[in-house]
């Protein structure tokens, strides 16, 4: 067995290290005979010992605990995707999800929404906030474009806006499903604490939310069918799937794909007369 595989943590450092820029992080003076970081600069970056550091290069001391490698991920300026695979690598395991407030999604993954012609599709965040939709969300669901980026929040249309709570069916069940799936979302992504002010302003707002919240249900937003009462079009259904986005654990896509031909025609028919 090479070197390499028996001790892929320290290549992977050692390799993260030597593609950095010494000059950059004020480590000059005498001349270097290799590229990047020296193991002690990558230590004093971490505040580790380098013996210590020097160590897990070396494959000896044990496995580093948590908190050393988020320093070190942080000393070498990893990315999301390279932090995980160093605690992949070093214990094990994905670390532990840190919620990050989404910045927006990019133009090519709006473009996949809006080649959903006849199908309402959104990008969600993690604690349900809505950023991205296409024409056939603003048509059929909610015209996001019209609200303040604040209240583009699925469970505060679901419980305070009285045309989104006509739409549904059966709202009660809606209403149990989102709250059991928001609240398994935010914990996933770490946003627990993060959405502790809109929760308490929720359960003000909502004896309903309230009471709902303190059931604790979890749920998966996983696939099913939707039934919507739609002012124009009538009784709608959709089958509606959600996806991750890779690289992006902060968004969430939700398809509403027309249950019936019947029912993806009508979509159409409105989309037309809505665009002359």
Known sequence: ??????????????????????AAFGFGGSRRRTPGLRREEVAQRANISPTWYTWLEQGRGGAPS???LD????????????????????LGRPPEVRYQAPEG????????LDALETSPAIIRTAIWDVVAWNRAATIV????????PEQRNILRLI??????????YDWESVARFVVAAFRADAARAGAVSHVAEFVDEMCRLSPEFAGLWRDNDVRSHGEGVKHLRHPVL??????YSAFAVDGRPDLGMVVYNPATPEDA????????????
């Open 1 to 22: 067995m090479s070197e390499a595989a028996e001790n892929l943590l320290g290549t992977y450092l050692k390799d993260r290290r030597t593609r950095l820029d010494a």
């Open 66 to 68: 948590a908190d050393v």
């Open 71 to 90: 320093r070190i991920a942080g000393a070498l300026l990893l990315t999301d995707v390279e932090r995980e695979h160093l605690f992949l690598i070093g």
């Open 105 to 112: 999604v990019s133009p090519r993954l709006q473009r996949v």
């Open 141 to 148: 669901l909610t015209d996001y474009s019209k609200l303040a």
């Open 159 to 168: 419980f305070s806006e009285p045309r989104v709570r006509a739409a549904q």
């Open 234 to 239: 009538g009784r709608v259904a959709f089958e």
């Open 265 to 276: 025609e009508r979509i159409k028919a409105l989309l037309a007369r809505q665009g002359d």
